[in-house]
């Protein structure tokens, strides 16, 4: 069983930084695609970026130049560098595992609360 277990969330300022980490347990972590979504409440969660197996990232346009995933299979890890933080990038923030059986990002961890002041 997946369990992602995200951490670094906490209450920054405008123009800030902040540095996810999410660690995954349960799988090859080092075939594995990884993510991380957000949602803000009374919306629907959100792509923040992707990271394949091979480092290919994708990001959200809101995030693109700010944000920064990356992964460290040895330590079965991914992170995400989030810079020049605005009150908009308030959100539970969440990884994600993908799982091959449902061809989709399918376990996900507990959440993180990332929340900006302006």
């Known amino acids: 069983q997946v369990q992602p277990v995200e951490s670094g969330g906490g209450l920054v300022q405008a123009g800030g930084s902040l540095r996810l980490s999410c660690a995954a347990s349960?799988?090859?972590?080092?075939?594995?695609?990884m993510g991380w979504y957000r949602q803000c409440p009374g919306k629907e969660r959100e792509m923040v970026a992707v990271?394949?197996?091979?480092?290919?990232?994708v990001y959200a346009d809101s995030v693109k130049g700010r944000f920064t995933i990356s992964r460290d299979n040895a330590k079965n890890t991914v992170y995400l560098q989030m810079n020049s933080l605005k009150p908009e990038d308030t959100a539970m923030y969440y990884c994600?595992?993908?799982?091959?059986?449902?061809?989709?990002?399918?376990?996900w961890g507990q959440g993180t609360q990332v929340t900006v002041s302006s």
């Open positions: 994600a595992a993908w799982r091959s059986d449902l061809k989709a990002f399918g376990s």
């Open positions: 349960g799988i090859i972590f080092s075939i594995n695609p």
């Open positions: 990271i394949s197996s091979n480092d290919r990232a």
